[in-house]
């Protein structure tokens, strides 16, 4: 699964809670994404890193934020200001910064809330 | 917005059937990508294609990027079971900065 982990496989809330999404990587890539996958749907993204102590909002930041404080691991947070949290969310690495490089993408995470 | 527009969104075939899917941009790609996601998988990319009318080939696997760089499409020949999934193309916006990820076709196959 190209070395990126993400945990829980499954994760239930109840309304009102934020919650707390791991995605660690060991590929010593540069940058890392967040994608939320609803059925019918493609891939939109969240928030992405290009480098360590920094990231940009993606198309549907709202609701989420994020930190990189370390190379391998990028936290996702879905807030309660987040309207529709349930979702499929897959954390993605590429070894380097920009769009061309290939995305690597972890197991993801099904978020279930109550 | 900026899209990728995919087509179809599901498509049913009988083994050994040949399968196709569709991509279309409203503006430019510097790159397209392609991956495939099993089902209760993640994706997993396949390829990308970067020059204007490249023609690419994994196996029974083909992939096309237009002349223009706006649309693109992958051809399975002879689908096996071992196909199945949705497939999914992801376009570099030229000058944007962005991947924009199509809908997916969602491929199944009658054994």
């Known amino acids: 699964d190209g070395g990126i982990t993400q945990s829980p496989k499954y994760l239930f809330r109840k309304e009102g809670q934020n919650v707390t999404l791991s995605c660690e990587q060991n590929l010593n890539h540069d940058a890392m994404y967040w994608y939320r996958q609803d059925p019918g749907q493609g891939l939109r993204l969240i928030y992405y890193?290009?480098?360590?102590?920094?990231?940009q909002k993606g198309d549907i930041a709202e609701g989420y934020s994020v930190s990189r404080e370390k190379k391998e691991s990028f936290p996702l947070t879905v807030t309660s200001a987040q309207k529709n949290p349930t979702a499929f969310y897959l954390c993605a690495s590429s070894r380097l910064a920009g769009w061309t490089d290939t995305q690597y993408f972890g197991p993801g995470t099904r978020l279930t809330v109550l | 917005g900026q899209q990728v527009m995919q087509i179809p969104q599901y498509q049913h075939v009988q083994e050994g059937e040949d399968f196709t899917t569709y991509c279309n941009s409203s503006t430019t790609l510097s790159n397209i990508q392609w991956y495939k996601q099993r089902p209760g998988g993640h994706p997993v990319f396949l390829i990308q294609l970067v020059k204007s009318g490249e023609v690419k080939k994994q196996k029974r696997l083909t992939f096309q990027f237009g002349e223009a760089k706006k649309n693109s499409s992958l051809h399975i020949t002879a689908t096996q079971t071992t196909d199945v999934g949705t497939y999914f193309c992801?376009?570099?916006?030229?000058?944007?900065?962005?991947?924009?990820f199509g809908q997916g076709t969602r491929l199944t196959i009658n054994p």
């Open positions: 992801a376009g570099e916006i030229q000058g944007a900065q962005k991947l924009v």
């Open positions: 890193s290009q480098i360590v102590n920094d990231f």
